[in-house]
T-cell receptor, first 115, second 111 residues
Framework: DAGVIQSPRHEVTEMGQEVTLRCKPI?????LFWYRQTMMRGLELLIY????????DSGMPEDRFSAKMPNASFSTLKIQPSEPRDSAVYFC?????????????FGPGTRLLVL | DQQVKQNSPSLSVQEGRISILNCDYT??????FLWYKKYPAEGPTFLIS?????DKNEDGRFTVFLNKSAKHLSLHIVPSQPGDSAVYFC??????????FGQGTRLTINP
């Protein structure tokens, strides 16, 4: 399997622009997670889905952020409008949750810079 | 409030010796703990996990110890190898879904 795939790997945009990050989870996995890593806050969970349904979005910083999972093989994280403080590395992870356990496997991340 | 803390930002160990990375947590509801390893420009890679019903889990050169009364876990790597140089994150959760990560410890293995 190719692992979790994220695109783009790097994104540079100007403040106020819309940014869309994409993720393809590992085939067969039933949970998908979006994380953000910054120097100040470390690696923090933004939102996660089980069977394409958003379960917990309490980590989403504000209404400018939204995430969707239209099917089991694709998810997007959108920032509109973007701000310089959104600059970070955004990771997508997926897992196969059976009962209460499921190891999360991470993609390579998207490095976002908002000017 | 940091629920998972890695108090050592960095650690330097000689090749062949034991590396010990430490992690403390505050939430007594956490029942699943993991260690991830991260190289630059890559995503975190799963290393080893332990559930709260155990106090030790071993996988090759990696062993994780859990002390629930002290709310402390540690990762032992023995023997340490140059390829182990990376940033190590501990993470904790209730039920393996909503992971809370520590700030990471940068491990450097010196030849």
């Amino acid at each position: 399997d190719a692992g979790v795939i994220q695109s783009p790997r790097h994104e540079v945009t100007e403040m106020g622009q819309e940014v869309t990050l994409r993720c393809k989870p590992i085939s067969g996995h039933n949970s998908l997670f979006w994380y953000r890593q910054t120097m100040m806050r470390g690696l923090e969970l933004l939102i996660y889905f089980n069977n394409n349904v958003p379960i917990d979005d309490s980590g989403m910083p504000e209404d400018r952020f939204s995430a969707k999972m239209p099917n089991a093989s694709f998810s997007t994280l959108k920032i509109q409008p973007s701000e310089p403080r959104d600059s970070a590395v955004y990771f997508c992870a997926s897992s196969l949750v059976l009962g209460k356990t499921g190891t999360q496997y991470f993609g390579p991340g998207t490095r976002l810079l908002v000017l | 409030d940091q629920q998972v803390k890695q108090n050592s930002p960095s650690l330097s160990v000689q090749e062949g010796r034991i590396s010990i990375l430490n992690c403390d947590y505050t939430n007594s509801m956490f029942d699943y703990f993991l260690w991830y390893k991260k190289y630059p420009a890559e995503g975190p890679t799963f290393l080893i996990s332990i559930s709260s019903i155990k106090d030790k889990n071993e996988d090759g050169r990696f062993t994780v110890f859990l002390n629930k009364s002290a709310k402390h876990l540690s990762l032992h790597i023995v023997p340490s190898q140059p390829g182990d140089s990376a940033v190590y994150f501990c993470a904790a959760s209730e039920g393996a879904q909503k992971l809370v990560f520590g700030q990471g410890t940068r491990l450097t293995i010196n030849p």
